[in-house]
């Protein structure tokens, strides 16, 4: 019988816990009728401090393992620790906070195992309803970060996503630290359909990310993925050198041939203030590449593994240096 590998990250979830785990149940009777599948749940627990763990070890049923991790390393790391364990044949990667409904969840799963010809169904939310200074600014985003490459980041486009296991295992192969999973299932490849939804709201707790984490989150993907803003960079600093080497032909052209007096400080200021603004920013925009150079060369794991608690019967690790416990 074939198997379906569920992952789902969690960072103190205890209030969704229970519920997640009557959904998954309901879940894994739908998949079995309607798909003839097995279904095997990795649960990943990015540093939760709330007992969360246990509350899904003891309600869980069927098939299941929590792979813990040794601190809290982020969403995006926390996907790959569940991807690291895949040994099924399907793989479907769901929220545990209950946002991702397990109706999307299905349809993914049928689209997928409905066509030979596609490899991947993410799902894709409906931004109709957001505000259009947000959806502009996705879109110059995903402009920017999609301008230099040859494949596409898909806006809207999360680890909610259904993929054959050969997928799962190539993007269990990128190692990158610092990960922006949406670059990675695009850099990956294989045939894509997207399927659109609306997540739920959330039922409870509140969402992990903040603003700034947003934005922080942005300068990952495009540090990255692009090289779009070191070359605006370079062609900023370019046309602004021939700018200046302009006016300074322009005024030595007046002061020898017309005697112009140069009106002098008010000017300059402006164009020292504004050009050593503008050099430190950039310069700040360098050292976020020179930084993700850093890290990615540094030989550290991605991740580390506490321990890993399974029933029915313990399951074993694959040999990789990141799952190995510590
Ligand atoms: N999550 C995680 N590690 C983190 C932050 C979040 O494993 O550092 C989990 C979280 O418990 C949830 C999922 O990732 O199951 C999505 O997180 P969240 O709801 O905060 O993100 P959003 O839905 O707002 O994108
Ligand atoms: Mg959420």
């Known amino acids: 019988m074939a198997r379906l590998d569920l992952i789902s990250p969690f960072l103190n979830e205890a209030q969704a816990a229970q519920a997640f785990i009557s959904l998954v149940a309901k879940f894994e009777a739908e998949v079995g009728r309607r798909f003839g599948l097995t279904v095997h749940k990795i649960l990943v627990d990015d540093g939760s401090t709330d007992g969360s763990a246990e509350i ?11 792979v813990r991790l040794s601190r809290n390393f982020g969403k995006e790391v ?17 929220d545990a906070d209950l946002q991702h409904s397990i109706e999307i969840g299905l349809k993914l799963l049928a689209e997928l195992l409905g066509d030979p010809n596609v490899d991947v169904v993410y799902a894709k939310t409906d931004r ?8 502009q600014l996705a879109r110059v985003f995903y402009r920017l970060i999609n301008s230099s490459q040859r494949f596409d980041i898909p806006a809207n486009a999360g680890d909610f996503r259904a993929m054959r296991a050969a997928v799962a295992h190539a993007i269990s192969k990128l190692r990158d630290k610092r990960r922006f999973n949406k670059g ?21 707790g509140s969402s992990k990310w903040s603003r700034l984490d947003l ?6 993907g495009l540090t990255s993925f692009s090289a779009v803003p070191l070359r605006i960079l370079t062609l900023f600093g370019l046309l602004t050198a021939i700018g200046g080497g302009a006016v300074g032909v322009k005024v030595l052209f007046e002061v ?70 510590a």
């Open 128 to 135: 109709s309803d957001s505000s259009w200074r947000r959806s």
């Open 215 to 220: 934005i922080a989150f942005s300068l990952e």
């Open 78 to 94: 926390a996907v790959l620790a569940g991807l690291d364990r895949v040994g099924g044949d399907y793989v479907l990667i769901m």
């Open 184 to 204: 990675l299932y695009a850099w990956a490849g294989f045939r894509q359909k997207a399927v659109v939804y609306s997540p739920e709201p959330r039922a409870a």
């Open 256 to 325: 020898l041939f017309y005697g112009i007096a140069v009106p002098g400080y008010p000017s300059l200021l402006v164009a020292v203030v504004f050009l050593g603004g503008l050099n430190l920013a950039l310069l700040g925009l360098v050292g976020e590449y020179v930084w993700v150079a850093v890290s990615e060369s540094k030989d550290r794991p991605v991740y580390v593994v506490r321990d890993v608690i399974s029933a029915p019967e313990p399951v074993k690790p694959k040999a990789r240096p990141e799952t190995s416990s």
């Open 56 to 66: 899904f070890a003891s309600g869980l049923t069927g098939s299941w393992e929590i």
